[in-house]
């Protein structure tokens, strides 16, 4: 992980709580998405920080969901407004390290908040983790990548050619449900191993 977004770099913003993007609630675009899952599920959420579609997918009834994030303050923010969420499946840990392996990863401004040049390391990463038929999807932002950040930019195509190399393309397409100060700055992707 780069020198300058490193786990100190995160506890210190979540403890200054400056963390920027966050929304305050589950976005609509994961949760509309993951309720397709039946609730056994073993879903992962990488980069969690508040984890609000975590606690949407635990008050829904799914209970197969591993957290990740590398600040402490994050995880006992979130052990704080859900008590009853076993502390033991919130990991601060570093992803690249995690091992394991899962039906759905769930991407919320995770991808965008890493250095770009780890962005090809998180695609390696993210197709180990995923069972055969798993899924990874999510929100990616689509302004222009920048090297000021995070969190950093992107674009439909840069995603589709750094994915397309690892896996197959469900979908990638302007998300349609964004929230209301994002609207036509995300896309909603979906993809899969190849067959």
């Not at 508040?50 to 957290?67: M, P, Q, R, S, V």
């Not at 008590?83 to 401004?109: M, N, R, S």
């Not at 674009?155 to 449900?177: H, P, T």
Request: a negative charge; aromatic letters at 14%.
């Amino acid at each position: 992980m780069s020198d300058t977004l490193d786990a100190q770099y995160w506890e210190k913003r979540y403890v200054e709580e400056t963390w920027g993007w966050d929304i305050g609630h589950a976005s609509p675009a994961l949760t509309d998405y993951a309720s397709l899952y039946p609730t056994d599920a073993r879903i992962l959420i990488p980069g969690c920080g508040h984890a609000y579609e975590a606690e949407w997918l635990w008050k829904n009834g799914y209970k197969n969901i591993t957290l990740i994030d590398v600040s402490e303050t994050a995880k006992e923010n979130f052990l704080n407004r859900i008590p009853d969420f076993p502390a033991e499946q919130f990991l601060v840990t570093d992803f690249f390290k995690h091992e394991g392996e899962y039906d759905l990863i769930l991407e919320q401004t995770f991808y965008c908040a890493l250095p770009p040049e780890l962005r090809d390391q998180y695609v390696d990463q993210m197709k180990s983790l995923l069972t055969h038929e798993g899924r990874l999807a999510g929100v990616l932002f689509t302004f222009p990548l920048t090297e000021k950040g995070p969190p950093f930019g992107g674009s439909q195509e840069e995603y589709e050619e750094r994915f397309g190399k690892q896996f197959d393309i469900v979908k990638l397409a302007l998300c349609y449900n964004s929230i209301p100060p994002r609207a036509g700055n995300e896309v909603f992707f979906e993809v899969k191993k190849p067959d």
